[in-house]
């Protein structure tokens, strides 16, 4: 699963890496957390646009908004079969921008949180699905779901899953609006090569949600064992 991430770029990487030029106030975020607001990468018509929604889909069906604590993930083998997923696959897919994400391994009595990277530091994309809900008063949530898959090498020593990482040539594909079988984008929704990652041990403060600083992305100075690079 993915349920903590960081992105410690400000606004600027939105134009920079996911080609958008929309204002949207984001300042560094190292320890985000479900439920929060997050920025989301949609195309309209010709254009990449950057928003701000929950992370937790709610779907627009449901009569429930607390629903989306508990889908903060959409897994990729059976994402065509749920219905809080399967149609937004056909056409409401959107990029979620991340630098890091956290995943926890457990070593006794305690589990150690490491922050698994792309070797090269630069941002990345995680698959997302976006839906629009709206209460009896018309109030309205827009929300999100980072899709999972197996975890590749490097993760599988930790967890059982990883995020679904895409690569910028990815973006085009995903993101098109004109894709409407699910066949055609299935196809990315695989694990990311473990050779173009790195990990390492952070402190436990990233365990809090309270804790949201530059501290909880920092290497671990007394961390376990554990290698920073596995091929």
């Known amino acids: 699963m993915?349920?903590?991430?960081r992105l410690s770029r400000a606004a600027e990487v939105f134009s920079e890496y996911f080609g958008s030029d929309d204002l949207v106030e984001w300042s560094p975020r190292f320890n985000i957390a479900p439920t929060q607001p997050v920025p989301v990468v949609r195309q309209e018509s010709h254009k990449r646009r950057v928003s701000l929604v929950k992370w937790g889909l709610i779907p627009s069906w449901s009569n429930d908004p607390t629903l989306g604590a508990k889908m903060i993930n959409a897994r990729a083998e059976?994402?065509?079969?749920?219905?809080?997923?399967?149609?937004?696959?056909?056409?409401?897919r959107c990029l979620i921008p991340a630098d890091g994400f956290y995943e926890w391994q457990r070593t006794g009595g305690s589990n150690q949180p490491y922050c698994f990277t792309l070797a090269s530091g630069k941002?990345?994309?995680?698959?997302?699905?976006?839906?629009?809900?709206?209460?009896?008063?018309?109030?309205?949530i827009e929300s999100c779901t980072i899709l999972t898959t197996t975890a590749n090498p490097l993760l599988a020593d930790v967890h059982d899953r990883m995020?679904?990482?895409?690569?910028?040539?990815?973006?085009?594909?995903?993101l098109d609006l004109d894709m409407k079988n699910p066949g055609a984008v299935l196809p990315l929704l695989r694990p990311y090569e473990a050779?173009?990652?790195?990990?390492?041990a952070v402190s436990t403060r990233v365990n809090q949600v309270a804790n949201d600083d530059p501290?909880?992305?920092?290497?671990?100075?007394?961390?376990?064992?554990?290698?920073?690079?596995?091929f």
């Open 2 to 5: 993915c349920g903590r991430y």
């Open 123 to 140: 941002p990345f994309a995680f698959a997302g699905l976006w839906d629009c809900w709206r209460n009896p008063q018309g109030n309205v």
């Open 78 to 92: 059976t994402v065509t079969e749920k219905p809080a997923f399967r149609d937004a696959l056909r056409s409401q």
């Open 163 to 174: 995020p679904v990482m895409l690569a910028p040539d990815q973006y085009d594909r995903w």
């Open 215 to 230: 501290a909880c992305a920092a290497p671990a100075h007394e961390a376990g064992p554990a290698q920073s690079r596995l």
């Open 195 to 200: 050779a173009a990652m790195t990990r390492y």
